[in-house]
């Protein structure tokens, strides 16, 4: 007898922002990342269109998948239960380590080349909520939760200017 797999998206969807809120991430930090990347481009932009445009993200599971992911890999890292040398690789967020990058960007992704241009940005400069998870002072553990915050602001970044884009076609009749 074969048994079939099927999982609650509801369930999923809702650890993902469960895990985000228990690591100390609101959704309105993400928000202010995406105001920071795109209100040059866009003045009238407002925090609560970001905050949408982030919910939005966070709606696909593909985002809620790597969220679970990361942040699993995080926990399991800061309880040392990961084999050497991964474990000192994660724990002092190990620069030639990158795996937590390419998960981020999976993310990205999902949004195409705007996401990936705000995601470097991010990623170089560490402003706000990212700022706060890449600090090693606190004795938690974000190496991968740091990149994929950025890529959930980035790639509402990139949602936001593509639906701004496709405002303006309408409005010119394209």
């Not at 998206?9 to 991430?25: F, T």
């Not at 800061?78 to 030639?96: F, N, R, S, T, Y």
């Not at 996401?115 to 991010?122: E, H, I, K, L």
Request: with cysteine.
């Amino acid at each position: 007898m074969v048994r079939t797999y099927s999982l609650d998206s509801k369930k999923v969807a809702s650890a993902a922002l469960e895990w985000l809120s228990a690591r100390g991430v609101q959704l309105e930090e993400i928000a202010e990342l995406v105001m920071q990347g795109q209100s040059e481009y866009y003045p009238n932009l407002s925090v609560e269109q970001c905050l949408e445009a982030v919910k939005r993200v966070l709606s696909k599971r593909e985002v809620q998948n790597a969220l679970l992911l990361g942040i699993q890999i995080d926990i399991l890292t800061e309880q040392g239960k990961l084999m050497p040398p991964l474990q000192e690789m994660l724990v002092h967020d190990e620069k030639l380590f990158g795996c937590d990058e390419i998960l981020a960007l999976s993310i990205v992704n999902v949004y195409g080349s705007i996401g990936f241009t705000n995601f470097g940005f991010f990623d170089k400069t560490k402003p706000g909520v990212l700022d706060r998870l890449n600090n090693k002072e606190s004795g938690e553990i974000h190496t991968f939760l740091d990149d994929l915050v950025g890529a959930v602001a980035a790639s509402a970044c990139s949602y936001i200017a593509h639906r701004k884009q496709a405002e303006a076609e309408a409005t010119m009749g394209v």
